[in-house]
Each structure stands twice: as C-alpha cells, then as structure tokens.
C-alpha cells in the first residue's frame, strides 16, 4: 500500500487534469456548435415549412420554383457559409495547438521547457521537453487516436543519440511501441496515459542516469 500511495503521488493531479479536460471540451463545444448553428441558419430560408404541403416531392418542387424566382441569394448564402468557416477554423486550431500546463499535468516549471518543433508542412508541433545529458524526452499531443483527441493521452518521446549503445534496453524498459531513426538521433516512442506523465518522466530519468553510469564505469 505505501509502494502505491508513492506511485500515486509521482502521477499528475487528477482534479486539475479534469479541469484541463473539461474547458478542453468547452471550447470545442461552443465554437463546433456556433458554426453549425450559422451553417442551418443559412440552409432553413431554403426549406418549405408550411405544414399544408402534402409530400416530399411537392416540397422538391417548392423549393425549385423558389431558386428560378430569383429569391435565392447565393451572395448571402455564400456569406453566412464563409461566417461559418471561422468558428469551425477556431475548433481545428484548439483540436491541433490545445496543451496543457504544465502544473496540470505535474511536470515541475524548472525542469521542462515549453518548446515548439517545426514538422512536416512546416506546422509547428506544441509540446514539452525535458533534457537529460545526451537525451531528451519530448511531450506532444496525439491526433491521431480518440483518446488522444479526447485529450486522455499524449506522445511521450526519447530522443537518444544515434550511436547510445543501450537504445534496445531502454526502448523494452519504456514498453515502447514504435522507433523511429534519423541521422542524428533514435526516436524511442509511446502513447501515455496523460496523468502518468510525471511518472514516466521520473522512470526514464532513472533508466537513462543508470545506462549512462554503466557506459562510464
């Protein structure tokens, strides 16, 4: 029981990541459903609703004679649809560029930097990293899962020197799901529960000071 109590306290605080979560979910509420109330707004003018009309296809042919009378106005329509385009715009860049603090997720202001990365397309990728000696570890968000979009987990990546003798040793004690190789480094990866974070951190650290005290000795 105090093994676990101790675990616990190295995993980030659950109230502030819950807070993290839920105004995560507000803003993506509220800008989603502002730009699908412009989108219905601009398609209702569009749609008979007299309640005498007898079918769909006297409603079909409503709504054409109503186009060739010339009360359609596609400039409007064209507008009200461009209006909508912003809010939803808005909801892509909190999906994409969203992070959390660091005090939400537990990590200490003193030993992460707050630091963006330039990828593909030249987007900027948002995250945080921590340096260890020759080795870094970087926090990014994940797209590419619901959980990761949901906010529930996140990238947790080791960046070790390509020629660190003991990448296998520290890729298999991180449970590691995917390495990836450039010229300059080995790209050790997983996806991470976003509250164990701060416990991930503190077990790289270990494993990395313990390989790095065995390659001096």
Same mark, same amino acid.
């Given at each position: 029981m105090?093994?676990? #109590?101790?675990?616990?306290?190295?995993?980030? !605080?659950?109230? =502030?990541?819950?807070?993290?979560?839920?105004?995560? #979910?507000?803003?993506?509420?509220?800008? $989603?459903? #502002?730009s699908m109330l412009l989108i219905v707004n +601009?398609? =209702? *003018?569009?749609i008979p609703t007299d309640p005498g009309l007898s079918? !769909?296809?006297?409603?079909? /042919?409503?709504f054409f004679d109503?186009?060739?009378?010339? +009360?359609? =106005? *596609?400039?409007?329509?064209?507008? =009200?649809? $461009?209006?909508?385009?912003? !809010?939803l715009t808005i909801t892509l860049f909190i999906i994409a560029f969203y992070l959390p603090t660091m005090s939400s997720l537990g990590? +200490?202001? /003193? &030993?992460?930097?707050?630091?963006d990365k330039v990828k593909r397309f030249y987007l900027p990728a948002r995250g945080y990293t921590?340096?260890?000696? +020759?080795?870094?570890?970087?926090v990014t968000r994940k797209l590419s899962s619901v959980k990761g979009l949901m906010l529930r987990e996140m990238n947790f990546i080791v960046y070790l020197p390509s020629d660190y003798p003991d990448k296998k040793r520290v890729f298999d004690f991180l449970v590691g799901e995917k390495i990836k190789y450039t010229e300059t480094h080995v790209l050790l990866q997983k996806s991470v529960s976003i509250r164990n974070? *701060?416990? &991930?951190?503190?077990?790289?650290r270990a494993i990395l000071r313990i390989s790095n005290t065995t390659q001096n000795s």
């Open positions: 105090k093994f676990q #109590g101790e675990i616990d306290m190295l995993r980030g !605080p659950i109230a =502030n990541i819950r807070l993290t979560q839920l105004s995560y #979910g507000i803003l993506i509420a509220i800008f $989603l459903t #502002g +601009s398609i =209702n *003018p569009l079918g !769909p296809t006297q409603r079909e /042919e409503i109503t186009l060739k009378a010339g +009360s359609f =106005n *596609p400039a409007l329509f064209i507008t =009200n649809i $461009l209006w909508a385009l912003v !809010p990590l +200490s202001t /003193e &030993l992460v930097q707050k630091k921590l340096t260890i000696d +020759s080795a870094h570890i970087r974070i *701060p416990l &991930l951190i503190v077990r790289t």
